[in-house]
């Protein structure tokens, strides 16, 4: 695989541009869509947090990383409320209930809170029910449709992934007033292992419950795989990978509706920790895949820090984290470090505005010399772009640099800054260092980087 070849892209970006000018050229400036809401959270969020599903408000669960517990945090009205356990809330869709792990070392099992005496009670709402046989560590919900027989009902799939991935089906049932606990949860499967044999980080299941996207650690890349509920564990042919994005990817968070669209963050860090807070140096842009169309979108970069974890709404909004600068120099007393941004990407994901994707084809870099081209198109623009407004844009990333341009801009970088790009690459050529294989990127022509454009 190309990308576990590459090295640290700070060698490469280490000397500074030259022949800036104070102007910002057009190529430099990247278009996000319209930020609805930004509300800066006190504490370190996790990286696990979700946006409930209702349309009419804006809600999120989160555990902040400071010690201070769950939260369930009203971006509206900004009424924070502590909540049980201490980490990974994730709300239920249909019914005001949220699940997260218990205390109980070391699988620390699924339990099951209501929202009501979250509000009401805080830290001494009382569980509805402890599932035992299930860890409640980074969970993920989907809702199956309702039975027939069940109209009072909702019936959900829960993914975690404590020691491997596992799911189980709930039934929840919203009791009357006066009986003594608000809802009743019963388990309607056993715990399936899914797909043993395979080394995955970070799984997430689809909202219909049949896929779920993971990263796979031994190809390097991220993910999609079948759910089956009644195959044999053993027997690898009951895992089977519906899809293979060819490219290393955080947290992955399916689109509401039929599975085409996930969204998910990209950086340069090792895979290993993508759980992790970025450093300041490092650029995380926002993105959605289309695996209908193969298109690839760019949803939002934060030029100026990382913008990652994204969660989809069922109206195509989309919420994520945030860094404001210096928020990963932990010694700074200021807790107001991270942030919680709500976009709407309707209109770029039904194509009806000026950002356009491009086309990623089955397998993203089928050769070294287009996968050392895209990245050189990144380089590009960090050299080019790295001293002009906003402050400190350029960041270590090339590969998002290059995935953040559209065709026009892009095309008109490679023309304008070809004879700078030459004389970088005798540079690492000479000194042996960069962030690909300097002997390669050297046989990289302007007609591959003109190529590597978005079409």
Request: charged residues 20%; proline residues 8%; glycine residues 6%.
């Amino acid at each position: 695989m190309i990308l576990r070849r590459l090295l640290p892209l700070s060698l490469l970006l280490a000397l500074p541009a030259s022949g800036e000018t104070p102007n910002t050229p057009s190529y430099c400036e990247i278009e996000n869509p319209p930020i609805l809401k930004s509300v800066t959270v006190k504490g370190l969020p996790n990286f696990f947090f979700r946006i409930f599903p209702n349309l009419d408000q804006n809600i999120v669960s989160f555990t902040g990383s400071d010690g201070r517990g769950n939260h369930v945090l009203n971006l509206d009205t900004l009424e924070d409320k502590k909540a049980p356990g201490t980490a990974d809330p994730v709300p239920l869709w249909s019914d005001d209930v949220i699940i997260m792990p218990g205390p109980i070392f070391p699988k620390y099992q699924l339990k099951f809170v209501a929202l009501e005496d979250i509000r009401n009670l805080e830290l001494s709402a009382p569980d509805i029910v402890v599932d035992y046989e299930m860890s409640g560590v980074y969970p993920s919900v989907a809702q199956l449709q309702n039975g027939p027989d069940s109209p009072g009902s909702h019936f959900y799939r829960v993914l975690t992934a404590l020691d491997g991935v596992v799911v189980r089906d709930y039934k929840v049932t919203k009791l009357p007033a006066s009986s003594p606990k608000k809802y009743l949860i019963e388990f309607v499967s056993r715990p399936v292992r899914l797909c043993p044999y395979l080394n995955l980080t970070l799984p997430q299941i689809s909202k219909d419950g049949q896929q779920f996207i993971a990263f796979d650690n031994k190809s390097q890349t991220t993910k999609i795989f079948n759910v089956d509920m009644f195959g044999d564990p053993k027997n690898p042919k009951t895992c089977i990978q519906l899809d293979d994005f060819q490219i290393a990817t955080g947290k992955g968070d399916f689109a509401f509706g039929n599975n085409s669209k996930i969204a998910f963050h990209m950086s340069n860090m090792y895979v290993g920790s993508m759980a992790q807070y970025p450093a300041d140096n490092s650029h995380m842009g926002i993105f959605v895949i289309d695996r209908s169309t193969r298109n690839f979108y760019s949803l939002h970069s934060n030029l100026a820090g990382n913008a990652y974890f994204p969660v989809f709404k069922p109206d195509l909004k989309m919420a994520f984290m945030e860094t404001i600068p210096g928020a990963s120099d932990y010694s700074l007393s200021s807790n107001q470090r991270f942030k919680f941004t709500l976009i709407d990407a309707v209109k770029i994901l039904e194509g009806s505005s000026n950002v356009r994707p491009f086309q990623i084809p089955t397998k993203f870099f089928d050769s070294e010399t287009r996968a050392t081209a895209k990245f050189g198109v990144g380089m590009l623009w960090n050299l080019a772009c790295r001293n002009t407004p906003p402050e400190n844009q350029a960041r270590d990333n090339s590969l998002v640099s290059a995935l953040i341009l559209d065709k026009d801009k892009c095309k008109s970088l490679v023309e304008q800054k070809w004879t700078e790009f030459q004389k970088r690459v005798e540079e690492d050529v000479k000194l042996q260092q960069g962030t690909i294989n300097p002997k390669v990127l050297s046989q990289v022509s302007k007609a591959d980087l003109l190529a590597a454009c978005p079409d």
